[in-house]
């Protein structure tokens, strides 16, 4: 297990994705049958919204798949949504992945 905080652009996503558009539609069909057969969790999302700031919050999935992915891990979302509105424009999201 490692420790890392990873931040990943738009850019950056699309070049780890291109060419693998067969293998990502494998895993989520996989991740589709593990989830019939009870082979994953899937809590609810966490919210944390702050007081008299309606515009900014924190949302975290915690996900787990077993079979033969066998692993967890924590999306981190914060969201500011005038930055997200105003960074989407530069193609820079503030968007959060914490893999455990």
């Known amino acids: 297990m490692t420790n890392n905080l990873l931040v990943l652009g738009a850019e950056q996503i699309n070049d780890a994705l291109n060419g ?10 996989n991740t589709y049958l593990f989830h019939n ?3 994953t969790a899937l809590p609810h999302s ?11 919050r924190i949302i975290g999935l915690p996900a787990y798949i077993g079979g033969d992915y066998n692993i967890a891990g924590m999306k981190w979302i ?7 509105f105003g960074h989407k424009k530069l193609n ?5 992945d914490i893999n455990t």
Do not use: A, M, T, W
């Open 20 to 29: 693998k558009e067969s293998e990502i539609i494998e895993i989520v069909k």
């Open 92 to 96: 820079i999201f503030s968007l959060h």
């Open 78 to 84: 914060s969201l500011d949504l005038c930055q997200y």
């Open 37 to 39: 057969e009870g082979k």
């Open 46 to 56: 966490i919210f944390l919204r702050f007081p008299n700031d309606e515009r900014n």
